[in-house]
Structure formats: C-alpha cells, structure tokens
Nanobody, 127 residues
Framework: QVQLAESGGGLVQPGGSLRLSCAAS?????????????IGWYRQAPGQEREFVAY???????NYADSVKGRFTVSRDNARNTVYLQMNSLKLEDTAVYYC????????????????WGQGTQVTVSS
C-alpha cells in the first residue's frame, strides 16, 4: 500500500507563512515509490465544501485557485517523494484543513495506486 501524509499545519497570524508537505510512502519497507504523478492541494473549512487550492503536474506545471494566486506556491521534490505548498500572506479565510491528493503513484513493483488522499493538516490563521 502507498499512503500520503500531510504535515506542517499550525496556528499563524494574518500575514504569516506556513509550508505544508505531502509525502508519499509505502506502508511497508518493501513498497518503494518510483514516481508520483500530479498532486493537488485542497482545503475544507468548517461547514463548507472541499475546494481546490493548487495543483502540480509530474512535469512541474502548476495551477492555482484565484483566491491563492500570488500568495501560495506549489513545488515538488521527486527525490524525497514530497510535494510542498508554501503559503505566504495568510489570511483569516485561509483557515481550513488542507489535504493533498495524488492522481497516481507508481510503486517500484510496477503497481500504480490511484486517487490517494492524505489525512489532512489543520491550518488556522488567527490574531
């Protein structure tokens, strides 16, 4: 099995910054990651629908929601099987649980795992 794990959330004041990480790993030492395809970041605030935040393709093309353009940057480190979301100039309305979603992850065994979600990490922007 392959799983995604987000980290880096926390409490930050308006105008502050956080960097979220989404790491792909095998559930056992025998499961190695060969390639991660597109990864999206989504967020869900209390009582609201989950919404798109940012996306990065396997070729490093990126796309952002209008609400975060110019403030958030998505990047990837293939050697570490990790995708990052750098969040700057945070606003109160950025408060949410942030999730990453992988289109597909190719394991060294040749098996491909599709549509993986992490467990989420809480980001709270508050003064």
């Amino acid at each position: 099995q392959v799983q995604l794990a987000e980290s880096g959330g926390g409490l930050v004041q308006p105008g502050g910054s956080l960097r979220l990480s989404c790491a792909a790993s095998g559930s056992s030492v025998s499961v190695n990651i060969r390639r991660i395809y597109g990864i999206g970041w989504y967020r869900q605030a209390p009582g609201q629908e989950r919404e798109f935040v940012a996306y990065i393709t396997a070729d490093d093309n990126t796309n952002y929601a209008d609400s975060v353009k110019g403030r958030f940057t998505v990047s990837r480190d293939n050697a570490r099987n990790t995708v990052y979301l750098q969040m700057n100039s945070l606003k109160l309305e950025d408060t949410a649980v942030y999730y990453c979603n992988a289109d597909a992850v190719l394991a060294a065994s040749g098996r491909t795992y599709y549509a993986l979600w992490g467990q989420g990490t809480q980001v709270t922007v508050s003064s």
